[in-house]
């Protein structure tokens, strides 16, 4: 069976720039990939199609033999186009995380630790405060003094969130990871366990100043 052209698979003209290819791509990725098309085996042709033409059209050396030569200018070593020749995979990973997301109803992220119960740092909230002054202190400069309320580590659990006398668990279903990897057709992903939230922790028994978060509002 004779190759479709590659500008036709994506739906653009042969003078579409990078970005208009690229853009192109992205919505026949989103289209025909296999995890929206679950055993439909046209769909799953036709993913594999759009990548091979990705892969030729956007890189320019590889679409300038292409377009003198044909697809006799880009073979694959004779063996054909596979995922293991596509090198864009990575370029994408926002089409794809709507599609794991749905499938798994994982999260790309969770609260304020990282795998294993590590804290990640968090940024903060911008402080927004009114002070009153006089036009004449605005003038000639006026000090002041206000108070804050900032979240610090909470003296109770020393930021473990856990209650005096126990400790956090590590989570049973990620083993103190707190990540899952699952593998769906040509692509594989992480997100955070669905169990511990991507902590790696589960805390049985929570500080009951703090609620199990490791901090404390404090006024200063």
Do not use: W
């Not at 030729?56 to 050396?61: F, G, M, R, V, Y």
């Not at 880009?74 to 990973?93: C, K, L, M, P, Q």
């Not at 790696?200 to 404390?216: A, F, H, L, S």
Request: charged share 30%.
């Amino acid at each position: 069976m004779a190759k479709r052209d590659y500008y036709e698979i994506l739906g653009v003209s042969k003078t579409a720039s990078a970005d208009e290819i690229k853009k192109a791509y992205r919505k026949v990725a989103k289209q025909y990939h296999p995890d929206r098309n679950p055993g439909d085996k046209a769909s799953e042709d036709k993913f594999k199609e759009a990548c091979e033409a990705y892969e030729i059209l956007s890189e320019p050396d590889k679409r300038a033999r292409y377009d003198q030569y044909g697809h006799q200018g880009v073979n694959f070593g004779g063996g054909g186009f596979s995922y293991e020749n596509f090198t864009h995979a990575g370029d994408f990973e926002d089409i794809f995380s709507s599609i794991f997301g749905n499938i798994f109803g994982g999260q790309q992220g969770g609260g304020g630790r990282g795998r294993g119960g590590e804290s990640r740092a968090e940024r903060g909230r911008d402080l927004k405060v009114n002070v009153a002054i006089t036009l004449e202190e605005a003038f000639g400069g006026k000090e002041t003094e206000i108070a804050l309320t900032r979240l610090e580590t909470c003296g109770t659990c020393t930021g473990s969130g856990a209650a005096p006398g126990s400790k956090p668990k590590t989570c049973p279903r990620c083993k103190g990871s707190g990540a899952m990897r699952y593998q769906q057709g040509f692509f594989s992903i992480n997100t955070a366990c669905d169990v511990c939230q991507g902590q790696g922790q589960i805390i049985e028994n929570p500080c009951k100043d703090c609620t199990g978060r490791g901090r404390v509002n404090k006024r200063s």
